[in-house]
């Protein structure tokens, strides 16, 4: 029997009489608040962009002549599908050096395609229908969505410039049912550049604890701390069997485009997420692998240029942002801010699209960062200094020109 097409939304394409072809908490998922607005980006020409968070650096050299000698040895096989167990050696080493968690390469860490696709296999490997997985907003965009198609139930906890943006512990708490299974972190936080104190990440250590919570701790801008790091919530006591430490080698030594994460964690975890992996990824990449496995081995000097760099990057146009009556806070971390443009009287779609229309500056709206985000345009200063006071000369003309009267027509209208 066939069922009427009214079962699809109505504005969707109009398809052969039968049952809606899209599952329904796909076709309700909102695109990418920054790739839909960057799409308007890419028509446009002599545009300025703040836009997408991807490091200007090229990778350093050592991690690209090892992808390249890695081709020409014929590494182009498939590895475990935890990863090569000797970037998983590697990885593992590094994380008790640089971060103070010691895990087994052999059955506690997965190497994935990209954190991003870590954070999908954890929330998949964890939640059952209706479960509940508490996350703070403003927040990267995939969080809810992943939380999502996982058939989970997506709980924002806001955090606000008056606390730095970071996650106050009592309202998390309040944010807690018994449907929740878990929390996650993600500090330093993209879109806002804040951090958690040691104090707070005490404080959310013991909810979990108390409320018996997984916590999903997304570190991919960690040592773009431009502070003293505080310590993963994983080395706390208790917390290292509850804590899937996420993670990989995209913004420290800009390989975006090579796709390498990873998720350390308890082994029952780890194994579930690999389950997922093993029927869909199989592996990430073997020559990016080898790139990873190069980075962690050679390019520390590398990333602490580049963090260098960003630091004074984040100086420059914290300073111009506040100087045009945008009030900004300095990032802890990150290479993002996070300006407050509601002196303006502008919504934060409003500003983006003036901007862009207006001055060729490309910003991203607070909103695609969740709700309470509105009020806020997120920069990226992963652009030079010459781009990014380009930027900020426009961005000052175009607030400029907002402030100016609106002139009366003083013309005396014929009778």
Known sequence: MNVSTSRCKKNSVPKPAGRCRVAPHIQDLPKSGIRAFFDLVNEMKDVVSLGVGEPDFVTPWTIRETALYSLERGHTCYTSNLGSLSLRKAICKYLESDFGVDYNP?????????VSEALDLAIRAILSPGDELVYHEPCYVSYPAEIRMAHGVPVAVPTYAEDRFALDPVELEKAI???????????????????????????????????????LSDHIYSELTYGPMTPSIATLPGMKERTVFLHGFSKAFAMTGLRVGYACGPTDIIDAM????????????????????EALLSAKNDMVRMREEYKTRR??????????????????GSFYVFPD??????SSHEFAMRLLEEQKVAVV???AFGDCAEGYIRCSYATSLEKINI?????????????????????????
């Open 177 to 215: 049912t018994p449907r929740t299974k878990a929390i996650l972190l993600n500090f330093p936080c993209n879109p806002t550049g804040a951090t958690l104190s040691m104090e707070q990440t005490k404080a959310i250590a013991e909810i979990a604890i108390k409320h018996d919570l997984i916590v």
């Open 391 to 415: 930027a900020m000369d426009r961005m000052e003309a175009f607030v400029k020109n907002l402030k100016k009267p609106v002139k009366k027509n003083t013309k005396t209208k014929r009778k």
């Open 274 to 293: 690999m389950k997922i992996h093993q029927y869909s990824m199989l592996c990430a990449p073997v020559t990016s692998q080898d790139a990873a496995e």
């Open 341 to 346: 443009i509601r002196s303006t009287g502008l």
């Open 106 to 114: 052999q059955n506690e860490c997965l190497v994935t395609v990209g």
């Open 365 to 367: 709206p607070g909103p």
């Open 315 to 332: 100086g420059v146009i914290v300073k111009r942002l506040n100087e045009i009556g945008l009030k900004c806070l300095m990032p802890e």
